[in-house]
């Protein structure tokens, strides 16, 4: 069912996200494959409601955990067990949820990867290489609770006949094999900013109809109305002006008579 190409590599744990349903909110991995696609089609399979449960396929393992509605998720070696990836899981959910509180049931796709991918990259090497890590999960208890984790083929999340190629390709040098976040970041941020400029110029379009049609509403669709009235009202200012000045007029004349006959008299 599955084909795999890789290379000898020491990151046990290859991959990891969280996502809210299908969507990716942050994600991280040192290595290059088609995994990032198999990975979406799982999302698209896993139940809302609070689990556990890993599907296995040859010499991989995807473990998930789904807590209040968020999926925190990893791909790793089969050989590397399941207590040290859940226990990964947790840590990762904790840190999660500290920092972002109830967040990620409203963010955009990506809306964390700047920064968090940044915590699934140092997670993910410290309990891929740190023998402390693997300790602190027996201590915590946590050992018996993974026993009791669901296992799965992973044909189980797959329509029936459907065929999928995963390929990994696995590097010593895991720096030229890193996903360019950056780059998604910057792309998805300018892709934001286009979308949000295009519903602020629909949102000005709307609006200057909507003032048009209630001026037509109130001076017709040629504005005929409003310029009848307008000319109206400068033709009344005008006939008062004249009026004042004809009055004006006539009062000058009078006093200049009145003002004869007394020196004459």
Known sequence: LFCHNFRHHDMPIIYSLVARGSIVLAEFTSTSGNFTTVTRRILEK??????????????????????????????????????????????????????????????????????????????????????????????????????????????????????IELLVDRTENMNQQAFKFKKQSTALKRAMWWKNIKFLIVLIVVILIIVYFIISGVCGFTFQKCKHEANKIVADLNGSGSGSATTTSSSATTGAALLEMMMQS
């Open 46 to 163: 896993i139940p809302g409601n609070d689990s556990k449960m890993s599907y296995v396929f040859d010499r991989h393992i995807f473990h998930y955990v789904v807590d209040d509605g968020l999926t925190y998720l990893c791909m790793a070696d089969e050989e590397f067990g399941r207590r040290i990836p859940f226990a990964f899981l947790e840590d990762i959910k904790n840190r999660f949820r500290s920092t972002y509180g109830d967040r990620g049931r409203t963010a955009l796709a990506y809306g964390m990867n700047a920064d968090f991918s940044r915590v699934l990259q140092n997670q993910m090497d410290y309990y891929s290489h740190n023998p402390q890590a693997d300790k602190l999960t027996r201590v915590r208890g946590e050992v018996d609770e993974v026993k009791n984790v669901m296992v799965q083929n992973i044909e189980k999340v797959l329509e029936r006949g459907e065929r």
